[in-house]
């Protein structure tokens, strides 16, 4: 089904959205695709959003031409200006009862920064600030959206939480080992865990065209509103 923002405004009431980034960049942070079509779903729909990235160091720095760690380091709070356009605060200044949802776009940041989980797996540390925001709004029933490898680390925080990052075998294992359930899916589609008010989509675990990453993009934004608010 190809998207059509302009046919999809929503009649409710305006939603404020925080949005988590990782970086600048899908190997050792934020997929920019994901994170620009996000933020055009959410105006599009006629909400509003604010964008948070934690300050500290990258894990590493990948050059994204060859795929070779190089030999610097980087901010992930500065790294997320760039696309942030910079307007972006630090993870810790999000405040939750500020928000009515919680969105983490993927890329290997949300395993590498966020959380451990591109190296450990199941038994990944996450970064406090990200179970904080997490926890919170799964507590108070406000939604949280997910995108790419994202569902991955809500599922380790939210042990028990059922997701989708596609049909990548060895990432649902590690999904189900942190005692969590995973459903396959495809393009553009969305599962919904009703009992933590959780959205998922696949994004580019799979093989993409923009168009798709958009239309996953678009309805995930449009489920959390109509389903989870």
């Known amino acids: 089904m190809p998207c059509n923002f302009a046919n999809n405004l929503t009649n409710n009431a305006m939603k404020k959205f925080a949005v988590v980034l990782s970086g600048c960049g899908v190997y050792d942070g934020t997929e920019i695709h994901e994170a620009v079509l996000t933020m055009l779903a959410i105006d599009r729909l006629g909400h509003e959003y604010d964008l948070f990235a934690p300050d500290m160091q990258h894990h590493h720095v990948k050059n994204h031409l060859t795929g070779e760690v190089m030999q610097e380091w980087r901010n992930v709070l500065v790294e997320?200006?760039?696309?942030a356009r910079s307007n972006i605060k630090a993870l810790d200044k999000l405040l939750p009862?500020?928000?009515?949802?919680?969105?983490?776009p993927g890329g290997f940041g949300a395993a590498k920064n966020l959380s451990t989980f591109a190296f450990d797996g199941a038994a990944c540390d996450v970064l406090p600030d990200v179970e904080r925001v997490i926890?919170?709004?799964?507590?108070?029933r406000k939604p949280i959206g997910?995108?790419?490898i994202a569902p991955a680390i809500v599922s380790v925080v939210l042990e028990g939480a059922?997701?989708?990052?596609g049909t990548d075998q060895g990432t649902i294992a590690q999904i189900e080992k942190a005692g969590s359930k995973h459903r396959v899916s495809t393009h553009g589609e969305v599962v919904y865990d009703p009992a933590f008010n959780l959205f998922s989509t696949p994004c580019y675990m799979l093989d993409a065209r923009i168009s798709q990453i958009a239309e996953g993009?678009?309805?995930?934004i449009r489920e959390m509103v109509e389903k989870g608010m």
């Open 135 to 140: 926890r919170h709004f799964a507590a108070v």
């Open 97 to 104: 009862e500020y928000y009515d949802a919680l969105v983490f």
């Open 217 to 220: 993009a678009e309805n995930l």
């Open 80 to 83: 997320s200006a760039r696309i």
């Open 162 to 165: 059922t997701v989708t990052i």
């Open 146 to 148: 997910a995108l790419c």
